[in-house]
């Protein structure tokens, strides 16, 4: 199998030639992280709307998002990682007013005048789709802040190796 280094276990993961090219033809997209999180109820408007928001007191941070930013969905419910996503224009206030706004788990009514829980909003795109990843795999040893910015780009980058790799198993 694989060689593993010493530290997070990841990083040093030995890559073919082909994998290896893969690996750095990804990775130099990216400069920095952010973590969104769902629940099983509202994952699936997440994907179909392929927006991600937070509450209005995060506002500034999804401002900071942009096209070199990785981004995930966390999965509160499972546990589980998606990703890889990169940011599809500009985050900002209210992209999809209604988004969530439905959802009665989250305090949501009717639709007509509903407003979204959630109005810090990115659009985002797939960068490279993962299987989702579980939790005990996307740890790995790592103290990953969900607003660490450099904390998830380092996590997106194991990530995108362990991929490369053909290691990525739930």
């Not at 997440?46 to 999804?62: D, I, Q, T, Y």
């Not at 989702?132 to 990530?159: K, N, Y």
Request: charged share 20%; glycine share 12%; proline share 4%.
């Amino acid at each position: 199998g694989p060689s593993r280094g010493v530290g997070d276990g990841v990083a040093a993961l030995s890559l073919s030639a082909s994998a290896s090219a893969a690996y750095e033809e990804a990775v130099k997209a990216i400069h920095d992280g952010m973590i969104f999180g769902c629940k099983n109820e509202t994952y699936d408007e997440n994907m179909a709307k392929m927006c991600f928001g937070l509450p209005e007191a995060h506002l500034e941070k999804v401002k900071k998002i942009n096209s070199k930013t990785a981004i995930f969905l966390l999965n509160y419910s499972n546990k589980n990682m998606s990703g890889i996503f990169l940011a599809n224009g500009n985050g900002g206030l209210n992209l999809i007013p209604d988004a969530w706004a439905t959802n009665k788990n989250l305090g949501g009514g009717p639709v007509g005048g509903a407003t979204t829980p959630f109005p810090a909003q990115v659009r985002v795109q797939w960068h490279k789709k993962l299987t989702p990843i579980h939790e005990h795999v996307w740890r790995c040893g790592a103290g990953i802040s969900q607003f660490s910015h450099a904390g998830v780009a380092i996590l997106s980058r194991r990530l995108l190796r362990l991929t490369c790799a053909g290691t990525s198993r739930r």
